[in-house]
């Protein structure tokens, strides 16, 4: 599998071949062939995935693995190359689309093992149609740049390379004189290129390429014409730009279908070509898959070999593609096409995260050097549910500051230096910079804090400014769907590791944590009952904020009040949530920043604090004192940014097993609570409560 990845082995694997090695007739790293999955036709496949998942690192480690070996070429279409036109270039002759193809061509083109160069002239004169329409007001030095740079695509590399360098200033000499000249502007371009290809000394596939453009349509079998079309059509915009485009394409995968064509090629080629599409959501993205896909709908055959990776789980545009997560391609895809819907031409494969022995080995490999908690990997490995980016930033910033930085927190808001001529910046800010939306980090900073739609509003009003409503909160809730966010209840931020990033965001936003504590303030007031409601069910909520300001009082006064009565399984829920309430360093009894590094939650779970601690009148206070052990040690033990204490986790049994006597109806799921919680925390889990049909309790 891929070298530098991790769980990704039914991508990369060549004994048996994992998906590349199918899609590409090449085993990675290898230069020996493997027999195809879909000889005729192939699927067009795409990685999806949130932020971190991989995607990126997978492509550019395809790139690593074939370069050389095969054709190929990799962009970026968030790259800013693809996001305005260059030197005073029109934005009538070009496009997202155009760019993407000539910078794609320039990569395609390099010699691999055994095989020369490949050479574009069906995209050569495509695009030469297409720059010309914007060379109305431009100087001969602009046009002799742009046009020498698309001619260099049929540069051959071969014996005769010294007479195809002069051939290419030859035909942007004339190119030039043509466009400068007295004569329609553009048809004078194309006459110039098509007659330079034509009557050139070049080998007779280019001089037929040159011939391709007369089947495009209305161009009555004359290339002149249909080039002079396509120009017209690109400079038109809307859908005919759209249309101008898709040939653009089809031209490029007719110039690689030619370079494999012929008994010699066949011999001295294994391996398909190989475009892979980075940022597929962002133009020219849409452009290009939806070209492949239509023309492989309409029987163009083409046996180019694309992977793409997009942000999310999809776009509308790919209703129809085939669903599959990435360990169901290990062996065979069973990908079939609908004759009917063209987007089922597209693969799309989502990403896992890693597991948790993905995260051991990248921690223990980071952190060879250096001692490392051993409950690290596992608390490292629930604090970013396997996300690959998390874990090798959290691996790198171990790998810097063990062993006088050990919690999770402090790895976090320690400076983390990724390249060495480069100032630190807090790992948590280096994440979210990749995790999350530049441009609706400052509103999901204060959001992240939210349960709902209703108490994001309520935040922002608080908080955000006055022009951003509910409809932007609505606006944002559909960005996070579509950046391929999980949508979880009860938490405005569903990814409870890019929410974890972002309450620790807030917490460090000011000296006094001013916004922290407003936001919490907010929600308490916002969950507060009222004569109009006093669902009970508000009741978890505001204690979650309370709790986050420090205040536990009111937390351990409901649990131990509705402990007598209420259903076991619903009491030990509102634990869990009330204690998922975030910490992020010790404070003072008064809720102030704490010089020393202690988590008062551990003395207080383990009892330390009791004897300073009187429990209300009138009520029992062993209940109360147990209640508020216990609130503390799950609060200790589920914090995502600290490390679970054993001698907390076998408090925690203790004090379940003691209220297991004490509620004979809920005795059952209480004892096994307290088996299964202290290795749940230690093992970096979830709490697990179990559902009815697991305790047989009704």
Not at 33 to 45: D, G, I, K, S, W
Request: hydrophobic letters at 40%; aromatic letters at 4%.
């Amino acid at each position: 599998m891929g070298r530098r990845l991790h769980g990704r082995g039914a991508l990369f694997d060549t004994e048996p071949a994992g998906l590349a090695a199918r899609l590409v007739g090449l085993r990675p790293h290898q230069h020996r062939a493997h027999p195809v999955e879909h000889p005729r036709e192939l699927p067009f496949v795409v990685l999806t995935g949130g932020r971190g998942l991989g995607k990126s690192a997978a492509l550019g480690e395809l790139r690593e693995a074939y370069q050389g070996h095969t054709p190929v070429a990799l962009i970026d279409c968030e790259d800013p190359q693809f996001t305005a036109a260059p030197g005073g270039r029109p934005a009538e002759a070009w496009s997202p689309v155009s760019q993407a193809l000539l910078v794609l061509a320039e990569q395609l083109a390099e010699p691999v093992t055994g095989a020369g160069r490949i050479t574009f002239p069906r995209l050569m004169s495509g695009l030469v149609a297409i720059a010309a329409g914007g060379w109305g007001d431009a100087d001969s030095e602009r046009i002799r740049r742009e046009v020498e740079r698309i001619l260099l695509l049929n540069e051959s590399g071969t014996w005769i390379a010294g007479f195809a360098g002069r051939w290419a200033g030859r035909v942007a000499a004339n190119v030039v004189a043509a466009a400068t000249g007295t004569g329609p502007l553009v048809s004078s371009a194309i006459e110039a290129t098509l007659e330079s290809v034509s009557d050139s000394f070049v080998h007779r596939r280019h001089q037929k390429a040159a011939t391709w453009w007369r089947d495009y349509p209305n161009a009555g079998r004359n290339a002149r014409r249909g080039l002079m079309l396509l120009s017209g059509h690109f400079r038109a915009g809307g859908t005919s730009r759209e249309h101008a485009e898709r040939y653009v394409v089809r031209a490029l995968l007719a110039d690689l279908t030619e370079a494999y064509t012929g008994v010699l090629p066949r011999m001295r080629r294994l391996g398909r070509p190989l475009v892979l599409l980075d940022n597929l959501q962002s133009a020219p993205g849409p452009g290009l898959t939806d070209a492949v896909l239509h023309d492989r709908a309409d029987g163009v055959a083409d046996q180019v070999a694309f992977v793409g990776a997009l942000r999310g789980t999809g776009r509308p545009a790919l209703r129809n593609a085939v669903r599959r997560a990435l360990p169901e391609v290990a062996r065979r895809d069973d990908w079939t096409p609908d004759p009917a819907a063209p987007s089922s031409r597209a693969l799309l494969v989502s990403l896992p995260p890693l597991s948790p022995d993905d995260t051991l080995h990248l921690m223990g490999a980071a952190c060879a050097d250096v001692p490392m908690p051993p409950e690290l990997p596992h608390s490292t490995h629930r604090l970013t549910g396997g996300n690959p980016l998390g874990i090798t930033l959290l691996a790198e910033s171990a790998a810097q500051h063990l062993p006088e930085v050990s919690s999770l927190g402090e790895l976090l808001t320690a400076e983390l230096r990724l390249h060495e001529d480069h100032e630190g910046t807090p790992a948590h800010l280096a994440l979210l910079d990749r995790l999350v939306p530049a441009d609706r980090l400052g509103e999901l900073t204060v959001l992240a804090a939210a349960h709902d739609h209703d108490s994001a509003c309520a935040l922002a009003t608080a908080l955000l400014p006055d022009d951003f409503g509910p409809a932007d909160v609505r606006s944002l809730e559909t960005r996070l769907a579509e950046e391929g966010l999980p949508a979880v209840p009860g938490r405005f931020v569903g990814d409870p590791f890019v929410r974890t990033l972002l309450l620790l965001r807030l917490h460090h936003r000011d000296t006094g944590h001013t916004q922290w504590r407003t936001a919490h303030e907010t929600l308490v007031a916002h969950y507060a009952p009222t004569a109009q409601d006093d669902d009970p069910a508000r009741a978890p909520y505001r204690l979650h904020h309370e709790l986050a300001l420090g205040a536990a009082d009111s937390a351990v006064a409901h649990l131990r009040d509705t402990f007598p009565a209420q259903d076991t399984r619903t009491w030990l829920r509102s634990l869990r949530f009330i204690a998922s309430a975030p910490y992020f360093h010790a404070h003072d009894a008064e809720g102030h920043d704490h010089a020393g590094h202690d988590d008062r939650r551990a003395a207080v779970a383990l009892g330390r604090t009791d004897a300073g601690h009187t429990p209300p009148d009138g009520v029992d206070a062993v209940l109360h004192l147990r209640v508020r052990r216990l609130l503390h040690a799950v609060w200790q033990l589920t914090d995502p940014l600290a490390l679970p204490d054993p001698k907390v986790c076998d408090r925690l049994r203790f004090e379940l097993e003691q209220l297991s006597n004490l509620r004979p109806a809920g005795n059952a799921l209480l004892w096994r609570a307290s088996r299964d919680w202290p290795g749940d925390a230690l093992a970096g889990r979830p709490l697990h409560i179990p559902d009815h049909d697991e305790d047989g309790e009704a």
